[in-house]
């Protein structure tokens, strides 16, 4: 039976405060929905059965290169991590698998960490690599690159640790590799940007290699930072070229906020389903960098976009289309838990909204060039308030109407407060 | 024997002022790159065998949708244009081919047209098709779409009128044909994205059939404008598809001004290079979006850095590397005239540069990571001043060493505007 | 009584079909709305009483640099651009006012003009002046400047410009003149940015000194375009100064598409809001630059946002604070009449959701630093569907529940098509 | 006598080297410059005469919230840093003056501070408050913001913070106060913008009393980072709107790295020039964000077009104008000490190509709007090789004709490494 980190008790309390509202404006929905031709039970079956991985890295306080500020009862390995995880799913029921980070979540023991994740009722969901940090001990440095650096013993220990991470992750059930590297330069001359990329290429290739049958390698482009002239994997563009090169398993990563100013991603989304090669997301928000902020605190309406493809992609059966949902994000001032609870909570609104888009209706209007009602169809799906769906798919499947509610009323985070020494800050001075 | 527009005379006299100097300067700057290896003569050669296309649309005075604001002597047709343009080259010994644009420089006549240029010592250059704004009495509007128009008539429409572009290429000497189409959407759900490039590529598809063999097809991205949403050819990675998707004849063409804010554009260069699809460029400088500047008046140590991977891979010898220069741009304030002129030499200022470049200091400071040398190596052949060897090379090729000051004194501008009647003002109200 | 465009009967049995429905999802929002202690009818009532401006030029279909694609049915004069706004307002119930372009709308008979827009309800919004496009005949030219032009004649020509500007505003009970001014440069150097300033700061001064007593001046501050080098007037900080040194009745004016990529354009309306400097908006909504697309088509949070701190002002009654409200887009590819109306819609949306945000809870979150619920609360607000608010304020005060689906249903877009002669395409080749 | 840091043989020894190339080239040069009718000497001395602050944080690896990968010899505390700042200064001449952040210089004996500083011919430019980090058993965080806090005993603690900086730089020499916050927000509805900002008005208004009558106060203005919706101080409007609001004695700091994409910040400075509130500059170049990289190495034509102003006010002696230069650059991937020396090189030679602008004729272009000669004379001026002033000036001033190499011969950094420990790497995780 699953560990719960939050007593149910204080879950059905809150939820029975809240249930005769849900109720009411649930069937008021389905009355709305019906008039349009929509049964809102298919909906909230699929809202419900939606997951989106959990990174678990996230659980901790984020920061900047100018300062971290702690947060009380940060988790200090990944047994604390995974707990945090698991109360993230227990409240949502969205967020049954937790994405580990090597070497950070790097332990000893993989069954004793299995088992824990298997108490909470947790899974493993694509395994990333660190090559854009350096581990105490590490023997060769990755200041000047990794998987792209120039010394070729450099890029073997790269290639060796992504290896490793599979490894890893067989241990543990996942069927994926996340592949972000920070390689790039910052001043013009500084890096040969045909044969750094040659190089990358190559030790991608030799990871591949070891990439089990049924595995998926995700490689994850950005613009910039922590290079900030150029990155080796800078855009869709390569990264498109990278998933071709290295075969069908290699498929790329989208995270919403490495691209240029004004992009239009659901494009460069609709693009990638159509030749095959979109892997999946990393979901935050941002208004200017990768700011990494909370899922559709920003720019909703983009958010919704993009699922708008998605969901575009699934009703037509698209070839090969299987996306992996991560969210990848910095907490940087809200309790980490809860901002991860109501991302999951946004990722699901955009679906839901998605869904009950008009797609004949859609479909006529741009067939005819209608632009004015295609616009109309779309933000008539978006105005939709799917908030009761998205509870009611929590409730039915044992999580909480309002789960920042009842994660407060829990005192959770007082509790681990009181069972984990402070971490401390820092960052001060990375200027 | 050549046409020329501007009496020799008056180049000769102000040669003549200059020719000290410029020898005095050329011969001092000679010595400077002796010291580092470098034999002067062999970059002049180099310089001299550089050439650039100019757009026969560049000699008009451009606008914006608020207005646009006519100048004397404006040409009316192909054949002043052509003028114009001979008067660039005689100059600058730079431009020895300009670039059509269908129907705008449509004429019953080839084989006049062909006799015109012959007599002014032009040939001519890609050929640019229009299905972004209607002609007079054109059956289909491209109001909404051309390529990838939803109507199959449209695209029909469309994919002939390119055809028609392939003839009068071939009847006039032109090798290549650019396609840039305006196609997108102004609104999310306007288009669907999938579907219009399916569209677009099956119009291309029909295009490409009828490519001579010894022709190349370049396709041109930009981000917006005149799509304010999505745009169907939107970057580099589209137009790589599309490239890949044509077939061997097909290549990407880069508009300086083109891409999203920040973009690294040597880098994209780079790429298409290395994936044997560089088409080649349209020259020009932004500062915002698409602001068709001269070329080298923003930001010239980024058109270095594009010569720099340019010469990079001409120094190796890239596989199937043959880009075609081209300048598109739009001359709002200036005599267009004296802007392709500067815009030509900026171009090869650039080209100049780099090729100065301490290639093999280059390679062992990025082998050895020295990120601060290799940024020096690239600083110090751009502020190098290389007009010595621009102005030797036009003037030992029969043209200016200074054109804008020749072009002033032979009292072009004003001749051609007691010939030719002033053109309308306009675009007041296409807000 | 208001002469009526569009046939009473028809809007009655468009609305006929709908009430129903409208009235109770409008039941079912009250109660809702009323769980959280809000009253719909004071919601209702707000909105009702929200009004905002339409462009004359609006009314007309847009275009870009590239071309303009006509629509059937175009108006070719002030009278039948009023008719068309009176069409928009007769079923929005939102848009009593027109804004004129001068000379754009310029008639010999100011009675005549003024008597059709009382015989069809409408009155006349802030006048606009026109120095970024010459007029037939204009003596000076403004291609290289106007208000700040080195030439103190073509200065005085469009300071006498303004003037007349006023006067025919006080003809038609306008009581305020918006300056808007392309000047700027495309090239580093071509303009001294000091000397430019004082000059236009001189203009303006000269123009302010005629404004009448009750009247404000608004300026508009934009980025870039038509200039693409620097812009006099080129974001707040230089609008602010302008509106300090003119004095008391000069306010600045907010285009939410005139800003550099990311701004947070709702801090900037905070600032003018605080130092007593907000003359109002601009509204339309933009991806990349100027766009001019329809209000809430693209980022519809932002819209939010920005009416957030309008009613955030609103509440606390800040001093000093009556913002002028106006709609300015380019149609290029739907019917000008359905985007202002829908465009209409969008922003009494925005300002019936500011309404509904829960001020004092958002106080005490802002007060402890509770960043996830402070935006949790207005996320809340914002996925409030407002529809039955915004359709019941128009039809109780006489409008259409739907009014796209009222005006399409009228046929009257086919019947001006036959009254008005086909308008020219253009704009091709002035790229 | 001034300690120093490298011995004088060594750059003796390597100057001697260099001596004749460079008496030859400063020849050439000055015979050109006399054709253009200028003296190459005045330019010479001007160049001489100007100094740039060096940060003391700029002497220690920078780093990213990814990570920060030590190298060897880094500084352990202020008087390390000196002894770098020293060498800076020894090779260059440029660099008198260092400027601290207060904590991370603190140090008990200010005294012993001030004589190493003495000894090593150093003294102290701005000092710089910090309240974006917390401070090791500060008593009150900043995680939620410091001047704008809605916590007024944390504001108060920011304040006096500020204050004690005064009395530091009181003690040791500085003339001004830089106060740079990181205040903002990460979500819309986090913070109340207005409110905010009476709270840092007020807080500034405090230390504004404390300022002693020949102090100036420097406020920066940051579009984002560490804050990432919205930030307190976010651009120079607001910047400009403190500096009024405290007195005559504050002005704008304006960083080149802290604006929005595209925006034109040369006219920024003429702005502030013009209404007299530029207090200076942090220096550093940049591509994307704050990359804080060399200055210089991205966009030098940039660089060149802010001296421009700068020397533009001066020669027409612009009221109230001497603005404090300084370098604020993070050096990740290079040996800080050579990134500093060349970025002060770099800043001098684009004060060296303004100062031969031939301003007379740009003067004539400009009133004759004669955009594209305007454009050359910038250009002229831009493309003319300075280095052998800038080298003269050193030579002349006891430095070094080329820094890096005399540095790298003189085998300081190894040095150092031999004898200051290894900092620890850091900053993985802080994602």
Redesign the interface.
């Known amino acids: 039976m699953t560990e719960q980190r939050i007593a149910a008790d204080v879950v059905a309390a809150d939820n029975d405060r809240r249930a005769a509202?849900l109720n009411a404006?649930y069937a008021?929905l389905g009355e709305?929905l019906d008039?349009d031709g929509i049964d809102i039970e298919v909906i909230t079956q699929k809202v419900a059965s939606f997951h989106v991985a959990v990174p678990s890295?996230g659980v901790?306080t984020?920061?900047?290169?100018?300062?971290?500020?702690p947060a009380p009862g940060e988790p200090h390995d990944i047994f604390d991590k995974l707990d945090d995880c698991a109360v993230i799913h227990q409240l949502t029921r969205a967020t049954p698998t937790v994405s580990l980070h090597i070497p950070?979540d790097k332990v000893d023991d993989l069954r004793r960490l299995k088992a824990h994740a298997d108490a909470l009722g947790l899974g493993f969901d694509a395994i990333n690599s660190?090559t854009?940090?350096?581990?105490?001990g590490q023997e060769k440095?990755?200041?000047?690159?990794s998987l792209s650096h120039?010394d070729a013993a450099t890029r073997r220990q790269a290639v060796e640790h992504n290896i490793e991470c599979i490894e890893i992750g067989r241990a543990l059930g996942s069927k994926a590799l996340t592949v972000w590297i920070?390689d790039g330069?910052?001043?013009?001359?500084?890096?040969?940007?045909?044969?750094s990329?040659?190089r990358y290429l190559d030790s991608m290739k030799a990871i591949y290699q070891h990439l089990p049958a049924n595995w998926r390698l995700f490689t994850e482009h950005k613009?910039?930072?922590?290079a900030?002239?150029?990155?080796v994997v800078?855009?869709?563009?390569?990264n498109?070229?990278i998933a071709t090169e290295l075969g069908e398993k290699a498929f790329c990563l989208v995270d919403l906020g490495h691209?240029?100013?004004?992009?239009?991603i659901?494009?460069?989304v609709?693009?990638l389903?159509?030749?095959g090669k979109l892997g999946g997301f990393h979901f935050n928000d941002?208004?200017?960098?990768d700011?990494?902020?909370?899922t559709?605190?920003?720019?909703?309406?983009?958010l919704f976009?993009v699922f708008?493809?998605l969901v575009?992609a699934e009703e037509r059966r698209a070839e090969g289309f299987a996306p992996a949902h991560m969210i990848d994000q910095?907490h940087?001032?809200?309790?980490p838990v809860?901002?991860l609870m109501?991302s999951a909570n946004e990722i699901r609104?955009a679906y839901a909204q998605a869904l009950i888009v008009d797609r004949a209706a859609?479909?006529t209007?741009?067939?005819?060039?209608d632009?004015?009602?295609?616009?109309?169809?779309?933000?008539a799906a978006?105005?939709?308030?799917v908030?009761p769906i998205l509870a009611q798919a929590r409730l039915r499947t044992g999580g909480a109407i309002d789960p920042?509610a009842a994660y407060r009323a829990s005192g959770y985070r007082r509790k681990v407060a009181e069972q984990r020494p402070a971490v401390a800050?820092?960052?001060?001075?990375?200027?």
């Open positions: 509202a404006d008021t709305k008039r890295w901790g984020g920061g900047t290169r100018f300062a971290r500020f950070w660190n854009f940090s350096d581990a105490p440095s990755y200041k000047l690159g120039t920070g330069s910052n001043f013009p001359g500084q890096s040969h940007f045909t044969r990329f040659e613009m910039y930072e922590p900030f002239y150029s990155t800078q855009d869709w563009g390569t498109y070229l691209h240029a100013p004004n992009v239009n659901e494009m460069i609709a693009r389903i159509q030749f941002s208004k200017y960098g700011d990494d902020l909370d559709g605190s920003i720019d909703p309406f983009r976009l708008n493809e575009d910095s940087n001032v809200t309790d809860e901002s109501r609104r859609l479909d209007f741009q067939e005819d060039n632009a004015l009602m295609a616009s109309e169809t779309l933000k978006f105005r939709t308030d908030e920042i800050s820092g960052g001060g001075g990375i200027v």
